[in-house]
């Protein structure tokens, strides 16, 4: 495979909810969500989580920078990287920043203008140095960043509503499914759909079906889900992701064991880790 042709996703974030670093997420990691998929010479970003920092560091000496970046939702621990990813200071470089959940009642720009104001931020987004454009879209719509490049949306059932994403680049897709609770009568169709005969499944696996009686209303899913998703959907990889606080790496190689067991194949996302399908 050429550059031209490379198709991949590296995680920089895996959490959610809140970053847990320390010694007992050092093997998955503790930073909450993000993901750089990479089309070809096109680089695009998912979420903004704590993960976007460290990304950040990686691209400060690749100027000028010309990228986008999608949020599934605008809920603190996907945005809070924002405003400590480097490349925003570096003047010549080049962002434009996409929500399709916010509409009609407010706007991408608004939102993260509102989250870095003063007494909750010592700084507005106007200290950025990039040029950044913010584009609110309605989701469900099918998006074209860059030629060749296809990008797929649909609802997510969480609480403030969120998105979920369908990259499609030279005949492969991944799809990032996160911040969503299944139905327990029924599988959601939205997501049946988006992710139909995808080769790689990224899916919100916060909870075990153990798990999720305590917690149900919360907006997120279990990894059996993720599992029963993709068999329905005839997907090809799964990814278990967006892991809880409180799931330290014993717990993670657990789960990792157990879904083996029940879906061979099936990944946990560690940070750093990079996947092509």
Known sequence: MTKQEEFSVTFWGVRGSIACPGPETVRYGGNTSCLEVICGDYRVIFDGGTGLRKLGGKLVGQAPVDSDIFFTHSHFDHVCGLPFFVPFFVPGNRFRLWAGHLLPEHTLKQVLVEMMMAPLFPVPPEIFQADVIYEDFNCGDVLKPREGVTIRTAPLNH???ATGYRIEFNGNSICYITDTEHFEDT???NVLDLVSGADIVIYDATYSDEEYPRFKGFGHSTWQEGVRMVE??????LVIFHHDPSHDDDFMDEIAKQAEAVHPGTIVARE??????
Request: aromatic fraction near 0%; glycine fraction near 12%; avoid cysteine.
């Open 159 to 161: 609480p403030n509503r």
């Open 187 to 189: 599988i959601d169709q």
């Open 232 to 237: 329905a959907a005839g997907a090809k990889t």
């Open 272 to 277: 750093g880790m990079t996947l092509k399908p």
